[in-house]
């Protein structure tokens, strides 16, 4: 439950929601003034002699002490009530000790879902938006593992890489921690409206942009921050030269935290920043139990981190998988034949999401029990 006072956050949103007003901006004005209703109460010259505020940024903030502020920081409000969303203020115990720790934290944060998640381990899982059909396996492969381990999995809600890491961390019975470039109300890219509706109900979405602000470029680099703050290490499966999960990257190595990567093809446009990072010392990654040891030491990972396996499913005398297949991949292997089927066919029949049926493959391809075909369709190898 919110800690801060309906009377106090709304003095609070005053100032958050000036438009321009990063947290950079905002300490220093609270260096200046001593609290934020000095700041509110200053005019827009002795604004203005706060360096870095120019006259357009001092009319902004002095505006949001006027009876306009007050009505902007109430029409905010009604907005976050209206989706069901509250503030998370730095004087608020869920405010996350990660979040403190940074040169910037957020002034206050927008949330929906479970708060609490934000102080949870978690693995950060970055990418491409447009990644290869390997990349779509890994990152849902490596996503569904490290939740049955125990993991949250924070990305950035984005097409890609993103979407299929964090839907595999629901489909695993995990949580995930989506955190947005944009108002907290919105839904950005609009085909992820399904995986926002999951991760509000069983995960986690924060903004530090105010209710109504736009996916705007320059607001992605700031939410990469974040995700790098939350993380223990951040997981990179397919990135190109010039992608933005490098922001990600660089956030994370600031803040000491470790880095992953996915080996890729030779020559493969998608990997090129991947197959960079690992020539830079990335730790090479081919299973979730590379990061798990990582982070914990070889045979010291935490017993709380473990998830108890499933039975294991029957399986066709004729077509027994190997004895150390993990459930899913027995289960799907016992479908395969000769004859390539679908994924969404072979999901349907083994009882699982396309999201876990594409990690049970990969997991067989790469031990060379199954082959991938053109069209999503696979069979025994």
């Given at each position: 439950?919110?800690?801060?006072?309906?009377?106090?956050?709304?003095?609070?949103?005053?100032?958050a929601i000036v438009p321009g007003m990063g947290p950079a901006r905002t300490?220093?004005?609270?260096?200046?003034?001593?609290?934020?209703?000095?700041?509110?109460?200053?005019?827009?010259?002795?604004?203005?002699?706060?360096?870095?505020?120019?006259?357009?940024?001092?009319?902004?903030?002095?505006?949001?002490?006027?009876?306009?502020?007050?009505?902007?920081?109430?029409?905010?409000?009604?907005?976050?009530?209206?989706?069901?969303?509250?503030?998370?203020?730095?004087?608020?115990?869920?405010?996350?000790?990660?979040?403190?720790?940074?040169?910037?934290?957020?002034?206050?944060?927008?949330?929906?879902?479970?708060?609490?998640?934000?102080?949870?381990?978690?693995?950060?899982?970055?990418?491409?938006?447009?990644?290869?059909?390997?990349?779509?396996?890994?990152?849902?492969?490596?996503?569904?593992?490290?939740?049955?381990?125990?993991?949250?999995?924070?990305?950035?809600?984005?097409?890609?890489?993103?979407?299929?890491?964090?839907?595999?961390?629901?489909?695993?019975?995990?949580?995930?921690?989506?955190?947005?470039?944009?108002?907290?109300?919105?839904?950005?890219?609009?085909?992820?409206?399904?995986?926002?509706?999951?991760?509000?109900?069983?995960?986690?979405?924060?903004?530090?942009?105010?209710?109504?602000?736009?996916?705007?470029?320059?607001?992605?680099?700031?939410?990469?921050?974040?995700?790098?703050?939350?993380?223990?290490?951040?997981?990179?499966?397919?990135?190109?030269?010039?992608?933005?999960?490098?922001?990600?990257?660089?956030?994370?190595?600031?803040?000491?935290?470790?880095?992953?990567?996915?080996?890729?093809?030779?020559?493969?446009?998608?990997?090129?920043?991947?197959?960079?990072?690992?020539?830079?010392?990335?730790?090479?990654?081919?299973?979730?139990?590379?990061?798990?040891?990582?982070?914990?030491?070889?045979?010291?990972?935490?017993?709380?981190?473990?998830?108890?396996?499933?039975?294991?499913?029957?399986?066709?005398?004729?077509?027994?998988?190997?004895?150390?297949?993990?459930?899913?991949?027995?289960?799907?292997?016992?479908?395969?034949?000769?004859?390539?089927?679908?994924?969404?066919?072979?999901?349907?029949a083994a009882g699982i999401t396309t999201s876990v049926a594409l990690g049970?493959?990969?997991?067989?391809?790469?031990?060379?029990?199954?082959?991938?075909?053109?069209?999503?369709?696979?069979?025994?190898?």
């Amino acid at each position: 439950m919110p800690t801060t006072a309906p009377d106090t956050l709304e003095t609070l949103l005053r100032l958050a929601i000036v438009p321009g007003m990063g947290p950079a901006r905002t300490a220093m004005l609270l260096a200046r003034f001593g609290s934020v209703e000095r700041v509110l109460g200053a005019s827009a010259a002795q604004i203005a002699e706060v360096p870095g505020f120019g006259r357009e940024y001092a009319r902004r903030v002095a505006m949001a002490g006027t009876a306009q502020g007050r009505d902007r920081a109430r029409a905010a409000l009604d907005v976050l009530a209206r989706v069901g969303a509250r503030v998370v203020t730095q004087a608020d115990a869920e405010y996350p000790q990660a979040f403190r720790a940074l040169a910037d934290p957020p002034f206050v944060l927008y949330a929906l879902g479970d708060v609490h998640l934000m102080s949870e381990p978690a693995i950060g899982i970055v990418g491409t938006r447009d990644p290869t059909d390997y990349g779509r396996r890994v990152a849902s492969r490596l996503a569904y593992e490290l939740a049955r381990a125990g993991y949250g999995i924070a990305s950035g809600m984005a097409k890609g890489i993103d979407a299929v890491a964090q839907a595999a961390a629901l489909d695993a019975g995990g949580a995930t921690v989506g955190v947005l470039g944009h108002g907290i109300d919105k839904v950005y890219p609009p085909e992820n409206q399904r995986l926002f509706h999951r991760v509000r109900e069983r995960g986690l979405l924060i903004s530090e942009m105010a209710p109504g602000d736009e996916p705007l470029a320059g607001n992605f680099p700031r939410r990469n921050r974040l995700i790098a703050a939350l993380s223990e290490g951040v997981l990179v499966v397919e990135m190109g030269e010039k992608s933005g999960a490098r922001h990600t990257v660089e956030f994370a190595l600031e803040l000491g935290k470790e880095v992953f990567a996915v080996p890729g093809q030779i020559g493969s446009a998608a990997s090129a920043g991947t197959n960079q990072l690992l020539k830079e010392g990335a730790r090479l990654v081919t299973s979730a139990q590379d990061i798990l040891e990582e982070l914990h030491g070889v045979g010291r990972v935490p017993a709380a981190l473990g998830a108890p396996a499933p039975v294991e499913p029957a399986a066709p005398a004729s077509r027994q998988p190997p004895a150390d297949l993990a459930p899913d991949e027995a289960r799907v292997f016992g479908l395969l034949g000769d004859d390539p089927r679908h994924v969404d066919d072979l999901a349907a029949a083994a009882g699982i999401t396309t999201s876990v049926a594409l990690g049970a493959l990969l997991g067989l391809e790469l031990r060379e029990l199954a082959e991938s075909l053109p069209g999503k369709q696979f069979r025994l190898r």
